[in-house]
């Protein structure tokens, strides 16, 4: 390639590249310096404040505070149950999907998709509605069958909310591992079926060993993202604070550092320590099932 | 031979039609399945029933009727009217803006991106590998880490609370890259490049009446999904914007949602009837581009 028709290519990726830096690279840097820094407020808090160097002070205050390994731990727990359920249910669907006709596949394809279309805020207010005492039908619905719940107790809120992210994520985890089960040779079938295996049997033996793998990458990864969680939460948080609370998850307590308690130093810390963690599992998980694969 | 091969491609094709072979199935078994589905069907509508139900329904039927079935009249019309007249029409407004963040934002995004994802995959220069590895990196690193710092830097530059705060993060999409690199690797092929090139024309010219042209397709994924993805949003506009005339739609029901314990002004009717309009430009947004999605969706599970 001549050399000019080089930097004309590198010109197309000239606007991304500045934004980039703006946008990612300064912000990171902007957080990990702030991280090092901590306010002090001098004498009698009326000189202003100033920022004082304090090394990695910040992290071994995050890294020991009770409340945000607390809440991260809370979360990873909440996502070792919610991810695999939804999960094992798409994997159902699929399966069920792929065993009855194409027509009839695809009409329900579309019906178990409309809630994938709808924007996760809007489906967690739906959501809190239906579980509302005064307004949605389940606690009726309930009481019909003679259970009181309460899904803003703090026992149920995080059933509550795993509910809400099942039923918003299966039907989008259904397409794909449908599409995945698509890639099974069909012969494969027909000579399990000459052999006398049962249709039940055919799809545990053959489809679903086919995309397990891909399922314990897409699941595993998943977990991770919850750490981010944060939408949901804080819609709840807005009907029930007090079952809620602001350090209910990692980036709740993040927020709240910032705005409400005015403590940049330290929300910045606690997001640097967030992404660290979020790498570091990656990481890990990626050796992990490369090894696995080998 | 020739016979055989044929008879084994011609096999294939028949099965991949109407598979799989409903003779190898026993009626009741199939009937098992749909049931299931059935289920899984109803689980999955309920609750946007219920919601085409309540914007239906005024406050007492709100609050005193089954809620899974129209009673008490029909007051869609009126749960409009007061939904568009509410604080001086506040919900058109937040319209307006989410359609002119993820309209505009998207388009920006989606041009920056093509261009960007076709430098990379056609052109090797210096630092590309780094470019590439930015682009995949910054898939891990989490929003709020990216969030709060852009908010005060913002701030520092008086871009906090204007719509800028939302359109300029919008123009630079890692993701968007990523796809568009993807599409560029499968559409265009290095030959027409060349035979361009000898035709004489520029590298601009070649990227705007060929490339673009050529990458419709994959274009309007790129935009599709940037689009849901700027209409979804929530935690950046929560963070850029204070003054209620530049928020999303999505922001303006989270504020109506918590007003009840906030101020005991009880919005339900307002938020559903808002909820239930919200979900049709995404609706629309989607079965239009159904085409685009469905390869988006696909794609999108390689991330």
């Known amino acids: 390639m001549i050399r000019s028709q080089r930097w004309k290519g590198a010109a197309f990726t000239v606007p991304f590249q500045l934004g980039f830096v703006f946008l990612y690279l300064l912000p990171i840097g902007y957080a990990v310096y702030q991280s090092l820094y901590h306010e002090q407020q001098s004498g009698l808090g009326l000189g202003g404040a100033t920022e004082k160097f304090v090394g990695l002070d910040n992290y071994k205050e995050g890294l020991t505070d009770s409340a945000f390994m607390g809440s991260v731990l809370r979360v990873v727990l909440f996502a070792c149950v919610q991810i695999p359920v939804m999960l094992l249910i798409s994997l159902v669907l ?201 | 031979m020739t016979m055989t091969e044929e008879r084994a491609s011609t096999g294939k094709t028949v099965r991949r039609l109407n598979r799989p072979d409903p003779g190898a199935r026993s009626r009741g078994g199939q009937r098992f399945l749909l049931v299931g589905l059935v289920l899984a069907s109803m689980y999955s509508l309920f609750p946007v029933w219920w919601l085409i139900v309540a914007s239906t329904k005024d406050r007492t039927g709100l609050y005193q009727s089954n809620g899974l079935w129209f009673s008490g009249g029909w007051h869609l019309w009126d749960n409009l009217r007061q939904l568009f007249t509410y604080n001086d029409g506040i919900f058109l407004r937040w319209t307006a803006n989410s359609l002119l963040y993820a309209g505009v934002g998207s388009l920006g995004g989606t041009l920056l991106a093509l261009a960007t994802g076709y430098g990379l995959a056609r052109f090797q220069f210096p630092g590309r590998n ?96 940037a689009f849901v993805n700027t209409w979804n949003a929530f935690f950046l506009p929560l963070t850029v914007l204070r003054g209620e005339e530049n928020w999303t739609l999505n922001l303006g029901l989270y504020n109506w949602s918590g007003k009840r314990l906030e101020s005991g002004v009880d919005l339900t009717s307002l938020v559903l009837t808002g909820a239930l309009l919200s979900i049709v430009p995404m609706a629309i947004m989607m079965v239009a581009m159904r085409r685009y999605w469905r390869t988006g969706v696909t794609l999108g599970a390689l991330k």
């Open chain 1, 94 to 294: 699929a399966l069920l999907l792929d065993a009855v006709t194409s027509k009839v596949a695809g009409r329900f394809r579309i019906l178990l998709l409309v809630p994938y279309m709808i924007p996760g805020v809007v489906a967690a207010l739906v959501w809190i509605n239906l579980y509302s005492p005064d307004v949605g039908p389940l606690t009726p619905l309930g009481e019909f069958f003679g259970f009181h719940w309460n899904f803003f107790s703090p026992s149920m809120v995080w059933p509550s909310i795993g509910n809400l992210l099942t039923w918003h994520g299966i039907g989008y985890n259904m397409v794909i591992i449908y599409s995945a089960l698509q890639g099974v040779p069909r012969e494969l079938f027909e000579a399990a079926r000459l052999d006398g295996a049962s249709e039940w049997r055919i799809a545990r033996s053959i489809k679903v060993p086919f995309v397990r793998g891909a399922l314990v990458l897409t699941g595993m990864l998943s977990i991770i993202q919850m750490l981010q969680i944060f939408n949901e939460p804080a819609l709840f948080r807005n009907i029930t604070p007090q079952t809620v609370d602001d350090s209910f998850t990692p980036i709740m307590i993040i927020y709240n550092q910032a705005f409400n308690a005015g403590n940049y130093h330290y929300a910045a810390t606690l997001s640097v320590l967030l992404a660290l963690i979020l790498g570091v599992g990656s990481f890990l998980f990626y050796r992990l099932t490369s090894r696995e694969v080998d």
């Open chain 2, 130 to 225: 780094l470019v590439f590895a930015c682009v995949v990196g910054s898939f891990l690193i989490p929003i709020a880490l990216l969030t709060l710092p852009l908010y005060l830097l913002f701030s520092e530059i008086g871009l906090v609370d204007t719509p800028w705060a939302m359109l300029i993060p919008c123009l630079i999409n890692p993701f968007s890259v990523y796809l568009a690199k993807v599409y560029t690797e499968a559409t265009i092929p290095y030959e027409l490049l060349e035979a361009a090139r000898i035709d004489g024309a520029g590298e601009l010219r070649i990227f705007f009446s060929i490339v673009l042209r050529m990458m419709t397709t994959g274009g309007a994924t790129v935009f599709l999904l």
